[in-house]
């Protein structure tokens, strides 16, 4: 019992057949296939404009070559830093400098300490442990002078004291003479 389609019919599911092939050809096949070079097509495109924006000539970079040497040279020369090839040197320049400007100003350095030197990231910190016997206005000029001028130093721990009791210095002059206490310290370069 075979039963027989008319001829509308037949011609209908063989185009209702033919679309389902080419629907599973498209998107098996064909669509993939697209997608794929869409993508490969906007990657090339981003590509290009990363070359065309961050492209560089080896002439560029021979010129950025030769402005990280002028910054590594300009790096060695900038002031602030004391100089020295090793740490006692560092340290008697140290020294030097604070007896001339206390002297200088007219007070007395007491005593000095050399402390241990530290290595904070690619500097050393020297510190220097001092007392001095000085005028207030001495004391000031000292510390300003120490403070404002190169290499940089710092002052910290500063402990003041005067010699004089509490009525001997209500009858003292203006300018009593002081008893200091301080660490002194600057900064070194540390050679790679």
Do not use: C
């Amino acid at each position: 019992m075979t039963m027989s389609l008319s001829l509308p019919v037949r011609r209908l599911l063989a185009v209702a057949l033919l679309l389902a092939l080419l629907s599973f050809v498209w998107s098996a096949m064909i669509e993939p296939v697209i997608g794929y070079m869409v993508a490969k097509q906007a990657e090339i495109r981003r590509l290009e404009t990363v070359l065309t924006h961050g492209g560089f000539s080896e002439q560029d970079a021979d010129a950025l070559q030769a402005q990280v040497a002028a910054m590594k040279q300009r790096h060695d020369t900038v002031g602030g830093f004391i100089q020295g090839n090793n740490i006692p040197i560092a340290m008697a320049q140290l020294q030097d400098r604070l007896g001339k400007t206390v002297a200088t100003a007219g007070g007395e350095v007491r005593s000095t300490q050399v402390l241990p030197a530290r290595d904070e990231g690619d500097y050393r910190r020297i510190t220097l442990r001092g007392q001095i016997m000085a005028p207030l206005a001495a004391v000031q000029g000292t510390i300003y002078a120490l403070e404002s001028s190169s290499p940089y130093l710092f002052f910290d721990r500063v402990e003041i004291n005067s010699r004089l009791s509490t009525l001997e210095a209500a009858n003292a002059d203006a300018n009593p003479v002081l008893d200091v206490h301080f660490d002194l310290s600057g900064f070194m370069r540390i050679k790679p």
